[in-house]
């Protein structure tokens, strides 16, 4: 069976991983050995540069033995004794070392883990004494006390890293919940005795405890959680490693438009303001038949008056939606007794930024006054002959407003530089 033992110093991690200082490796493990007066040490480090054989080219170095009565520490790969080697990255699975002493003397010995950075919180490196039969989880307990004699087998340890738990955290939905954490703790086992974890809590940052349990199986789920930070604590012994892990809410947008002018009329273009925030795309029902997609700020005309239902729906960049909607009051202009548009009466033409008005019945004192599709007047004259010319800043569609007295005609322009 295997027995964890701890001492009351360095039981409880409070961050996701141990913080690495260097930059050749993800993880390091420093292991001293002391007895009989003196001190020696050896190396494992995981990168993604690094192999799982022996390469003398890289990192790893071959041991080189202290001088008499010293004790020697080694790793074991591919039959060279080292006193460094690196391996593949953790993530890519489980890794037994083989690690052996050369004790120098009779003695009693102890291994102190000198360094131990990079690691999640969650992954086990457990020490086996293949002579005691004895296995320690040294994230636990930094500190491992035996005896030995120079008579006995110089391989008589193995490293287990045992990597962390693998977990996914899946988005809520756009109203922030539902959200899912999936954790898979792996199984592993060491001398045919299953390394678990006794028990599991989620909680949130503040300590409160979400959902709490002792493991069946080596896959955890959660459900229907908000978004926010968690804390996912996976107890063995006295020992708690702490992941912590984020519940994201996808991006969200909120609907939102006016129109730009505060009177509306049939035959003239409006344009509808973007009041919206967070939308990626865009979809407007005029609700006279007519649909818009994909513009923020459409421009429309209504054919005729009437009250219309405007649907403006949006979508964020993740697809969350929201729909506004509003009642728009299209009405008629009131005519003036001006000949009609149509008729051969009025002639209207434009000429690059200049717009021309020619009736036979235009008195002296008609307004004419050129507006934007917003409404805005960028142009205006009293017109006391024909024909009357007003002239833009630059081109685009205008509406012609021709006033006397109390009433007016319009009629809608496109000039052009």
């Given at each position: 069976?295997i ?12 961050a ?13 493990l ?5 007895g ?15 192999t ?5 080219m ?32 953790l ?24 360094t ?35 008579s ?10 045992v ?31 299953t ?57 969200t ?11 509306i ?10 009041r ?18 994909g ?22 960049a993740?697809?969350c939606?929201d729909?506004?909607?509003?009642t ?16 051969d ?40 002959s ?26 809608q ?5």
């Amino acid at each position: 069976s295997i027995t964890f033992t701890s001492s009351p110093a360095g039981r409880t991690t409070t961050a996701g991983t141990f913080y690495r200082t260097d930059s050749w490796y993800d993880q390091l493990l420093t292991l001293d050995i002391s007895g009989n007066g003196f001190m020696d040490k050896t190396d494992i480090f995981f990168d993604e540069d690094a192999t799982n054989a022996f390469d003398p080219m890289a990192e790893d170095a071959r041991k080189m033995y202290s001088v008499y009565g010293q004790p020697s520490i080694f790793t074991t790969v591919d039959g060279e004794r080292a006193s460094k080697i690196g391996q593949a990255p953790l993530s890519e699975g489980p890794r037994v070392i083989p690690m052996g002493l050369k004790p120098g003397e009779d003695g009693n010995f102890t291994f102190t883990v000198n360094t131990m950075e990079g690691f999640p919180a969650t992954a086990r490196i457990l020490l086996e004494d293949l002579v005691t039969g004895s296995v320690q989880n040294l994230v636990e307990n930094s500190t491992y006390n035996f005896a030995m004699t120079t008579s006995e087998t110089e391989e008589r340890f193995l490293i287990h890293f045992v990597p962390g738990a693998d977990i996914n955290a899946i988005a809520t939905d756009c109203q922030g919940t539902n959200g899912q954490l999936d954790v898979d703790l792996g199984t592993y086992s060491v001398g045919g005795t299953t390394v678990g974890w006794d028990s599991y809590r989620l909680q949130n940052t503040d300590g409160s405890v979400v959902a709490s349990g002792t493991p069946t199986g080596s896959l955890l789920s959660f459900s229907g959680l908000s978004a926010g930070n968690y804390n996912l604590v996976l107890v063995s012994g006295s020992y708690e490693g702490i992941e912590p892990v984020t519940i994201e809410q996808p991006l969200t947008a909120t609907a939102g438009f006016e129109a730009a002018a505060t009177e509306i009329y049939a035959g003239e273009p409006v344009q509808l303001l973007d009041r919206s925030v967070g939308s990626a795309e865009y979809r407007f029902d005029f609700g006279d038949g007519n649909i818009i997609t994909g513009e923020a700020q459409p421009v429309h005309t209504f054919a005729n008056p009437g009250d219309y239902t405007v649907l403006q729906e949006v979508w964020s960049a993740d697809g969350c939606a929201d729909e506004a909607s509003q009642t728009l009051q299209v009405q008629t202009r009131v005519g003036s007794g001006l000949n009609s548009p149509d008729s051969d009466n009025l002639i209207v033409w434009s000429q690059g930024l200049q717009v021309f008005v020619n009736a036979d019945d235009l008195q002296a004192g008609d307004q004419l006054r050129l507006t934007d599709v917003l409404g805005r007047t960028v142009a205006q004259r009293s017109c006391n002959s024909a024909p009357c010319s007003l002239e833009a800043s630059s081109a685009g569609t205008y509406i012609l407003v021709i006033e006397r007295n109390n009433s007016i005609q319009t009629r809608q322009v496109v000039l052009q530089d």
